[in-house]
């Protein structure tokens, strides 16, 4: 069983940054790819972005790239989404999943809200 807690949202104005954070239990978080998702009220959630285990790969959403970076430290059992020059379209509830080897995303957080004003 693997817990996930992300935190860092908030409300920001447009242009504006935020710094994700998500704490992973267990001591096998090394050997997980981990994601980034958000889902916006009344839309379906979709993938924002991926890290590989070593952190040696990354993936993005076509309209968050060159925006937001996806990193992790091993050490601390943590994967972090840095956020900059949002967009009142970035607004969403945002989670952070694991794969643990399972080819799917199979544990997730509770997600933390972010709110981009205009």
């Known amino acids: 069983q693997v817990q996930l807690v992300e935190s860092g949202g908030g409300l920001v104005q447009a242009g504006g940054s935020l710094r994700l954070s998500c704490a992973a239990s267990?001591?096998?978080?090394?050997?997980?790819?981990m994601g980034w998702f958000r889902q916006a009220p009344g839309k379906e959630r979709e993938f924002v972005a991926r890290?590989?285990?070593?952190?040696?790969?990354?993936n993005y959403k076509d309209s968050v790239k060159g925006r937001f970076t996806i990193s992790r430290n091993n050490a601390k059992n943590t994967v972090y989404l840095q956020m900059n020059s949002l967009k009142p379209e970035d607004t969403a509830v945002y989670y952070c999943?694991?794969?643990?080897?399972?080819?799917?995303?199979?544990?997730w957080g509770q997600g933390t809200q972010v709110t981009v004003s205009s």
């Open positions: 890290i590989t285990r070593s952190g040696a790969i990354t």
């Open positions: 999943a694991a794969d643990t080897g399972s080819s799917h995303y199979d544990y």
């Open positions: 267990g001591r096998a978080f090394s050997t997980y790819t």
